[in-house]
């Protein structure tokens, strides 16, 4: 079965330093993987998404991630941190087994950016 | 852009009462999905739907039913609401193309007392 492990539910930052968030997947097939973003009493905002080619991502408001078979590992990174990142990250991985419509969700991990 | 809209922000209700969640997209995707997010679970899907009229149960589907007589609409109903419900509910849309990135509501915090 397909899973997605986030490794850090919290992690914080101060202004202007990397952000690395984690994500392993498990999955039988090729995968397709996104990054979503929640702002707090919001729903989720599509950061960027991984298909097929090109291993290294970019996404929206400076976000990318890179796809490592190896390591079955999707991180998010962003050069320098902004207050406005605060917010909770999750990872997904597209469902194989009978339905490629389904995501499949980590746990997510709450980023918090300090002055 | 597509847009996903949940009728309510904010909802109380009371243990034993039926329950309406609404959810209208405009960009006529043939999938629709609840889900709930609780602390520490991430998001756990309910039921979706990939046509009209047309429902699978997902991974958590016990206590609740939906409907879907509209392409556009989806609704998740809770048959006798239990304080155990008590939580905050994603509506989302996606194509029907295999592998497409799900777009999201803005959720209803729904509080069962």
């Known amino acids: 079965a397909q899973s997605v492990t986030q490794l850090g539910s919290h992690v914080s930052v101060s202004e202007g330093a990397l952000v690395l968030l984690r994500c392993n997947y498990s999955s039988s097939v090729p995968p397709y993987l996104f990054w979503y973003v929640q702002y707090p009493n919001q729903g989720l905002q599509l950061l960027l998404k991984?298909?097929?080619?090109?291993?290294l991502v970019k996404g929206i408001n400076g976000f990318e991630a890179e796809f490592k078979k190896s390591e079955t590992s999707f991180h998010l990174t962003k050069p320098s941190a902004h207050m406005s990142d605060a917010a909770e990250y999750f990872c997904a991985v597209s469902g194989s087994e009978g339905n490629t419509d389904k995501l499949i969700f980590g746990t997510g991990t709450r980023l918090q950016v300090f002055p | 852009d597509v847009k996903v809209t949940q009728s309510s922000r904010y909802l109380v209700k009371r243990t034993g009462e039926k329950v309406f969640l609404e959810c209208v997209q405009d960009?006529?995707?043939?999938?629709m999905f609840w889900y709930r997010q609780d602390p520490g679970l991430g998001l756990r899907l309910i039921y979706f739907s990939y046509d009209v009229k047309m429902k699978e149960k997902g991974d958590i589907p016990e206590g609740y039913s939906v409907s879907r007589e509209k392409k556009e609409r989806f609704s998740l109903i809770l048959e006798s609401a239990s304080t155990n419900q008590t939580s905050m509910y994603l509506c989302?849309?996606?194509?029907?193309?295999?592998?497409?990135?799900?777009?999201f509501g803005d959720g209803t915090r729904l509080s069962i007392l």
């Open positions: 960009m006529d995707h043939e999938n």
């Open positions: 989302a849309s996606s194509l029907d193309r295999g592998h497409q990135p799900q777009h």
């Open positions: 991984y298909t097929t080619g090109a291993t």
